[in-house]
């Protein structure tokens, strides 16, 4: 089964669908809520853009984003090709798992991500509950 990333969120839509789950008395993170294909900008881990200023101190959010430029959190490959350009991404992959595939993984650098969302590919493979495959032009597509 091929699963496409076929929404992106601002990170202002993400946030009102996030308090909107819990007012409704769901999880944050609800795989009900945040779908397969669904993919979202993170600025709370950094910041390149200012997005966080319009959140900054309202409804729990932080001053400032977690990382500074070069913390270890977020891959090396995120801090050599992407900090200038965006703030790190989420997307919900098949399973309904959330990956964040600017972080380092559990067993290495991380993923070496290229293109603009939503035809991002990233390598190598993603293994996440329930599922092992890629993410290639914006498909997630399993390991043959």
Same mark, same amino acid.
């Given at each position: 089964?091929?699963?496409?990333i076929?929404?992106?969120?601002?990170?202002?839509?993400?946030?009102?669908?996030?308090?909107?789950?819990?007012?409704?008395?769901?999880?944050?993170?609800?795989?009900?809520?945040?779908?397969?294909?669904?993919?979202?900008?993170?600025?709370?881990?950094?910041?390149?853009?200012?997005e966080?200023?319009?959140?900054a101190?309202?409804?729990?959010?932080?001053?400032?984003?977690?990382?500074?430029?070069g913390d270890?959190?977020?891959s090396?490959?995120?801090?050599?090709?992407?900090?200038?350009?965006?703030?790190?991404?989420?997307?919900?992959?098949?399973?309904?798992?959330?990956w964040?595939?600017?972080?380092? /993984? /559990?067993?290495?650098?991380?993923?070496?991500?290229?293109?603009?969302?939503?035809?991002i590919?990233c390598?190598? /493979?993603?293994?996440?509950?329930?599922?092992?495959?890629?993410l290639?032009?914006?498909?997630?597509?399993?390991?043959?």
């Open positions: 089964m091929t699963v496409r076929v929404r992106i969120l601002g990170f202002a839509e993400f946030h009102e669908i996030s308090e909107d789950a819990v007012r409704r008395g769901f999880y944050r993170n609800d795989k009900r809520i945040f779908l397969p294909g669904m993919a979202w900008y993170q600025p709370f881990y950094f910041d390149p853009l200012g966080m200023a319009i959140f101190g309202k409804s729990g959010f932080r001053d400032d984003p977690l990382c500074e430029r270890p959190f977020l090396i490959h995120y801090w050599r090709d992407w900090a200038n350009k965006r703030a790190p991404i989420c997307v919900v992959g098949p399973s309904g798992d959330w964040e595939i600017d972080r380092k /993984s /559990s067993n290495g650098d991380g993923w070496t991500v290229t293109g603009e969302l939503p035809n590919t390598s190598p /493979s993603i293994v996440l509950n329930g599922y092992h495959g890629f290639r032009d914006g498909a997630f597509t399993p390991n043959l």
